[in-house]
């Protein structure tokens, strides 16, 4: 079945760093979605990319899809305290409507 | 517009004891997810309905667990009996065309 790989498990930056999650496929995928959920709270829907190579913006973040639509990545530029989090992806298959979340990357901030 | 409401917030119980947890969706949205979140195990979705009607519970633990969509604005997720292992975050989310809309979660300790 579809299965959803994310990394890294986890990631320390420094605040003002970069930071980096990737997420992978084994089947090529329909779209794929990226979430925030802050410690104590709820995932929160940031967007989904549907084309192949897609890049969209927000902000300081940076989301891409992949040529292939099996992998997935989003970049924070100059990370802030507010960024800390968990970040998910959720990817949905081409043959069913059934969306796939991974483990998520969750993120924390050193000042 | 109010957002996914669940109720209740928190819920401790004894094992063996019946639990239900309830969510209103926003209203228009015509999918509704119910996930369970552990520590070890993720986000993992249990059951989702389209139109009130179940589409796919294979994520659905075991018979203990039922849920029910009786109209557009109600849906209950059922555990009877509860267990220890049950304990976790319950989350319903429910969407539209693009992303999925959480709500803040039950937080179901099983005693």
């Known amino acids: 079945g579809q299965q959803v790989m994310q990394i890294p498990q986890y990631q320390h930056v420094q605040e003002g760093e970069d930071f980096t999650t990737y997420c992978n496929s084994s089947?090529?995928?329909?779209?794929i979605q990226w979430y925030k959920q802050r410690p104590g709270g709820h995932p929160v829907f940031l967007i989904q990319?549907?084309?192949?190579?897609e890049v969209k913006k927000q902000k300081r973040l940076t989301f891409q899809f992949g040529e292939a639509k099996k992998n997935s990545s989003l970049h924070i530029t100059a990370t802030q305290t507010t960024d800390v989090g968990t970040y998910f992806c959720a990817a949905e298959g081409n043959r069913d409507d059934k969306i796939i979340f991974g483990k998520g990357t969750r993120l924390h901030i050193l000042p | 517009d109010a957002g996914v409401i669940q109720s209740p917030r928190h819920e401790v119980t004894e094992m063996g004891q019946e639990v239900t947890l309830r969510c209103k969706p926003i209203?228009?949205?015509?999918?509704l997810f119910w996930y369970r979140q552990t520590m070890m195990r993720g986000l993992e979705l249990l059951i989702y309905f389209n139109n009130n009607v179940p589409i796919d519970d294979s994520g659905m633990p075991e018979d203990r667990f039922s849920a029910k969509m009786p109209n557009a604005s109600f849906s209950t997720l059922k555990i009877q009996p509860s267990e220890p292992r049950d304990s976790a975050v319950y989350f319903c989310a429910s969407s539209l065309v693009e992303g999925q809309f959480f709500g803040p979660g039950t937080r179901l300790t099983v005693l």
């Open positions: 089947t090529t995928l329909s779209n």
């Open positions: 990319l549907v084309k192949s190579g």
């Open positions: 209203s228009g949205h015509n999918s």
